[in-house]
């Protein structure tokens, strides 16, 4: 790949009207083809559709003008290297994993819009002042080992070696499956960025939302992403017989739980930007006849910053203590994540804002609910983040989620002008 110097960006750079989109949607179907499940879309960490999927984009990658690696974790690097050695470098990424029974777009549409980009760029003979990265992370979603970002917290430098100790479901550790599909675990540390070396990190999304599609805005500015705590709640009660156990002297955990759900209902009705979710709620062994003994539930709980989310688990937890000693049960309580909330950067959210306002979208500002790869970049490097409207109302994590070619075409303009702005402005 050659790497002469800059080009000045002519009309050459900017394509027609819905070329991007266009070859964006053929691209998403083509990365559909590989999945897990008939009739639908399943791609999990190292699964042989993840695997194809990540052969996929190497290729495509390559392709465009990029110099291609895959590293130990999995994730697909390409380069589009700079005239000097020396220069900075922004990544572009997003993921290309799935949960189950997925929509096309979460996650692998930004790797496709950064790809397209690339491929103009280097037909026009268009070389930036920064190296940039567009990388496919290959695990977000957190599926296949119940724990999310493998592959960005590598490169974030927050790798933590406990996770190849963890077991899918069918009993394999990270470790185990990792070495079995070529990598090498060994070597995950080298993978860490040196912030030193950053330029940025930019990340273009489907909303997961309908926020953008009530507010009839192609595109939007994330301004923030909520950090979220996910905890695991064990109720034990006592069991006992449904018809001759008086209700003043019972200890039903199902009937603690429910008291749990509602507190977190009502806390997080006392602040903007907060949400709390109950998410798994379940009697084992419950039968019809008698008094649970035990529930189990979920907290998923979300802010834009980590002190409104913590002071709101802080009184859910003083809650659950006082349902607990009036029903007398006993409650445990085991977190299973912890991301902090991560602000996205004033400067790139105004160079977003202008390369959306080129692409002929107004500017539209919103936080972000769901949690994702830039998170890991957060307090690492700037970080700006470009959502892209969903369809059908916004679902996401589904079949039914969609994404019009012509919003698929502004987000890939708007990246375009991003990296053009950042390349007359961008060098720090």
């Given at each position: ?16 009207a819905?070329?991007?989109?266009a ?15 008939r ?33 130990p ?23 290309y ?5 997925a ?24 070389r ?14 957190g ?31 990270l ?26 990190y ?13 507010a ?9 992403i ?27 955990a199902?009937a ?24 798994q ?23 834009g ?10 009184d ?5 203590e ?9 409650v445990?309580?085991r977190e299973?994540l ?30 972000s ?19 892209v ?40």
């Amino acid at each position: 790949m050659s790497s002469g110097p800059p080009v000045e960006p002519t009309s050459e750079v900017r394509p027609d009207a819905g070329d991007l989109g266009a070859r964006i949607m053929a691209l998403a179907d083509r990365l559909a083809e590989h999945s897990e499940s008939r009739g639908g879309l399943t791609c999990t960490y190292l699964s042989p559709a993840h695997r194809a999927v990540a052969m996929l984009l190497r290729d495509w990658m390559r392709a465009a003008g990029m110099a291609v690696a895959i590293d130990p974790v999995a994730n697909v690097v390409g380069r589009y290297a700079a005239a000097h050695p020396g220069a900075k470098t922004l990544i572009v990424g997003s993921h290309y994993d799935t949960v189950h029974d997925a929509g096309k777009y979460d996650g692998r549409l930004g790797i496709l819009a950064a790809l397209v980009v690339v491929e103009r760029l280097h037909r026009a003979g268009v070389r930036l002042p920064y190296h940039l990265e567009v990388v496919a992370f290959s695990e977000e979603e957190g599926v296949r080992f119940s724990k999310p970002f493998i592959g960005s917290s590598a490169v974030a430098g927050r790798f933590d070696p406990a996770m190849l100790k963890l077991r899918d479901a069918t009993g394999f550790t990270l470790a185990e499956l990792m070495q079995e599909t070529g990598l090498d675990p060994s070597a995950i540390s080298a993978v860490a960025r040196d912030p030193a070396t950053l330029l940025g990190y930019l990340e273009v999304h489907i909303e997961q939302g309908p926020a953008l599609l009530q507010a009839g805005s192609p595109l939007g500015i994330v301004t923030a992403i909520n950090g979220g705590v996910r905890q695991l709640i064990a109720v034990t009660g006592t069991a006992g017989h449904a018809g001759t156990v008086p209700m003043a002297m019972r200890h039903d955990a199902a009937a603690a739980a429910a008291e749990i759900v509602l507190a977190v209902e009502r806390r997080w009705q006392q602040a903007t930007g907060l949400v709390g979710t109950v998410g798994q709620l379940a009697v084992p062994n419950g039968a019809v006849n008698v008094i649970p003994g035990a529930c189990e539930l979920s907290i998923d709980v979300r802010a834009g910053d980590d002190a409104t989310r913590d002071a709101a688990v802080r009184d859910v937890h003083a809650e659950i203590e006082r349902i607990a000693a009036r029903r007398g049960v006993r409650v445990a309580v085991r977190e299973t994540l912890r991301t902090p909330a991560a602000s996205c950067a004033p400067r790139l959210q105004a160079v977003l804002a202008q390369a959306a306002e080129r692409a002929g979208a107004a500017a539209h500002y919103l936080s972000s609910g769901a949690g994702h790869d830039a998170l890991m970049f957060g307090g690492m490097t700037d970080i700006g983040m470009l959502f892209v409207r969903c369809g059908n109302g916004g679902i996401s994590h589904n079949p039914t989620e969609t994404v019009a070619a012509e919003d698929a075409d502004s987000a890939a303009r708007a990246l375009l002008e991003a990296l053009l702005l950042l390349a007359q402005g961008g060098r720090r």
